[in-house]
C-alpha cells in the first residue's frame, strides 16, 4: 500500500525557518517526480516545488530564492527546506507523487502557520 506522509509543520514567527518531509512506503520514491503543494484558506491548492528523478527542480515564483526541494532516496523522504518564511506562506502543505496504475497520491498534510 503507498503512503506518503508529511511532516515538520508548525507556527514560526516571520522571517523564520522550517523544514518539511514527505516519507514514501510502498513505493520507490527515487524514480518519482514529487511535488509539494500548499493550500491557504479559502484559496486554491497551489504548486510550490517539484524535484523530478533526474534532480531537477522547479518552483513557484513566490518561494524562489527561500524554499529548497530535495530529496534523500535511501530515506525515501523528500524535503522542503522554507526559509525567510512570511505570513504569505501559512497555508497546508502536501505532497503528491503518480504513482502508476493508481494514479496521483497525496499525503495528509502538514500545516504550517507564520505569524506576523
Known sequence: ?????????????????????????????SINTVGWYRQAPGKQRELVAVTTSG????????????????????????????????PEDTAVYYCNTYVFPTGVMWGQGTQVTVSS
Open 1 to 29: 500500500q503507498v503512503q506518503l506522509v508529511e511532516s515538520g509543520g508548525g507556527l514560526v514567527q516571520a522571517g523564520g525557518s522550517l523544514r518539511l518531509s514527505c516519507a514514501a512506503s510502498g513505493i520507490k520514491f
Open 55 to 86: 534532480g531537477g527542480t522547479n518552483y513557484a515564483d513566490s518561494v524562489k530564492g527561500r524554499f529548497t526541494i530535495s530529496r534523500d532516496n535511501a530515506k525515501n523522504t523528500v524535503y522542503l527546506q522554507m526559509n525567510s518564511l512570511k
